[in-house]
C-alpha cells in the first residue's frame, strides 16, 4: 500500500531495553504518524511528523521518542522498554485520501 | 482533549442481516474517516465525509455524517461474511492533522 513498510514485523524484547522499530516509505508523504493498537483502545496516536525534523507528541507520548532524519524514514523509540509497552504498532501517511498504514510491528516486551 | 466513541464494541450479525454502527464526537469535527481492519490485518480506509448531513454508499455499506459534525453512522445491508473485521471511524479536527480513532466495532458474522 502505497510504498510503505515497516520493520521488524515482529519483536520480543526484555524489559529496560531500547527498542527502535522502523517506518519507511517511497513517496515522499510529508506527514508521517505512529500509532499503538491495544484491544479496547482502537488507535491511539503516539507521535507524528509534519517534516523532515519536525515532529509533535500524540495523546500517549511518554516513554517514547521520534526522529525523522530523511522524509522516507519516521523511526520510533522505546528508551527503555516496559511491559505496558507491549502491543502492536502501526506507522501511517496522508494520501489525501485517508490514511495509509503499514502493516504494523507485534512488540511483546517480557 | 478529543474523544471519538463508537457503540456498539462488539456486533454479532447473523449473514443477510442488517446493522449499523454509530461514531460521536465531544468536539465538531473537520472530516470523519472510516477504516476496515481485517482480523490480523492493518486498518484500510473506506471512505471520508466532510460535509453536514453528507451520506455516501459503496455497495452495501452507507455512511452518514450528522447535521452537527460530531456523529456518524455506518450501515451495513445484507451483512456477508466478508464483512467480518473491526470498524474504526476516526475523526479530525479543523485545526488539526491527526485523525482521532473510536474503539472500534468488531463485527462477527453467524452464517
Known amino acids: 500500500d502505497a510504498g510503505i513498510t515497516q520493520s521488524p514485523r515482529h519483536k520480543v524484547t526484555e524489559t529496560g531495553t531500547p527498542v527502535t522499530l522502523r517506518c519507511h516509505q517511497t513517496e515522499n508523504h510529508r506527514y508521517m504518524y505512529w500509532y499503538r493498537q491495544d484491544p479496547g483502545h482502537g488507535l491511539r496516536l503516539i507521535h507524528y511528523?509534519?517534516?523532515?525534523?519536525?515532529?509533535d507528541k500524540g495523546e500517549v507520548s511518554d516513554g517514547y521518542s521520534v526522529s525523522r532524519s530523511k522524509t522516507e524514514d519516521f523511526l520510533l523509540t522505546l528508551e527503555s522498554a516496559t511491559s505496558s509497552q507491549t502491543s502492536v504498532y502501526f506507522c501511517?501517511?496522508?494520501?489525501?485520501?485517508?490514511?495509509?498504514f503499514g502493516s504494523g510491528t507485534r512488540l511483546t516486551v517480557v | 482533549g478529543q474523544q471519538v466513541m463508537q457503540i456498539p464494541q462488539y456486533q454479532h450479525v447473523q449473514e443477510g442481516e442488517d446493522f449499523t454502527t454509530y461514531c460521536n464526537s465531544s468536539?465538531?469535527?473537520?472530516?470523519i474517516q472510516w477504516y476496515k481492519q481485517r482480523p490480523g490485518g492493518h486498518p484500510v480506509f473506506l471512505i471520508q465525509?466532510?460535509?453536514?448531513?453528507e451520506v455516501k454508499k459503496q455497495k452495501r455499506l452507507t455512511f452518514q455524517f450528522g447535521e452537527a459534525k460530531k456523529n456518524s453512522s455506518l450501515h451495513i445491508t445484507a451483512t456477508q461474511t466478508t464483512d467480518v473485521g473491526t470498524y474504526f471511524c476516526a475523526g479530525l479536527l479543523s485545526a488539526g492533522n491527526k485523525l482521532t480513532f473510536g474503539g472500534g466495532t468488531r463485527v462477527l458474522v453467524k452464517p
Open positions: 501511517a501517511i496522508t494520501t489525501g485520501d485517508g490514511y495509509t
Open positions: 511528523s509534519y517534516g523532515v525534523k519536525d515532529t
Open positions: 465525509l466532510v460535509k453536514s448531513g
Open positions: 468536539t465538531t469535527l473537520s472530516n
